[in-house]
């Protein structure tokens, strides 16, 4: 099943270098702390297509996938909807 789940091909090399200059610097919280950037902005952004092209729930996104956390990648889409 992962598999056919892995159909949707990642964004290639060539547009993540002509999308990366759109997105948003990484800020840490206000608040303090140890936040860091846990999963790449690329990363994210194949996360982030997968689950608008599959309709699968942010928390239904697998681990396996290597994306990061359905949670993760709707903040960063949060995040970067907001800047």
Not at 38 to 48: K, M, Y
Not at 59 to 75: A, I, K
């Amino acid at each position: 099943m992962l598999a056919s789940l892995m159909a949707r091909q990642p964004v290639s090399k060539e547009l993540w270098r002509q999308l990366q200059p759109l997105i948003p610097a990484f800020v840490p919280s206000a608040k303090g702390g140890a936040r860091k950037l846990a999963v790449s902005d690329e990363a994210a952004l194949n996360s982030i297509l997968f689950v608008l092209q599959t309709g699968i729930p942010w928390e239904d996104l697998s681990q396996s996938l290597r994306y990061g956390s359905g949670m993760t990648c709707w903040r960063r889409l949060r995040d970067w909807n907001a800047a």
